[in-house]
Structure formats: C-alpha cells, structure tokens
C-alpha cells in the first residue's frame, strides 16, 4: 500500500487505537516487544466493561502512548507496532 505521510491524519496499519472513549487499565506489553496480530496489548474499561484491545498485525512495538489509569478518547492511538 501507499505510505501516508508523516503527520498526515491517516493513522498507520500498525497502530492499536481505543475502540471507545474509556479508561485504559492493564498493559500487556512494553516497548521493544515483538507481538503477533491478535495478541492483546492492552485491556480498556468502558461502560463497566473490559475490552481487549489487540494488535492489527505482527511486528515491534514500537511507541506506547498511554500508561494504566489513563483515560482516553475514542480513536486514539495508544501503541504503534512496526
């Protein structure tokens, strides 16, 4: 595929994004992981519920933009796998 530009608003295929506004409670990785798509990176609480948020592909994690405890919007990216 084609390569966004660096500080377009098009999120890359590698970011893991919160699917809903919610707080994030648990992090299951760290920087420098290697992870599989499908593995769970991180669980976010909304609406009393906990959903896990997963890796949309294989690869390094590369930046992690949130921490436990942090509430966030819906879209946002929270890890970017490379």
């Known amino acids: 595929g084609r390569k966004a530009s ?19 409670i648990r992090i299951l ?7 599989a798509a499908g593995d769970v990176v991180c669980i976010l ?16 994690i590369k930046t992690l933009h949130v921490q436990p405890g942090q509430d966030v919007e819906r879209g946002a990216v929270l890890a970017e796998i490379e």
């Open 45 to 60: 609480e909304a609406m009393k519920m906990e959903n896990e948020l997963k890796a949309p592909r294989a690869g390094v």
């Open 6 to 24: 660096r500080g377009a608003s098009v999120v890359s295929e590698g970011a893991v994004t919160a699917i809903m506004p919610g707080k994030i």
């Open 29 to 35: 990785i760290k920087k420098g992981d290697t992870v």
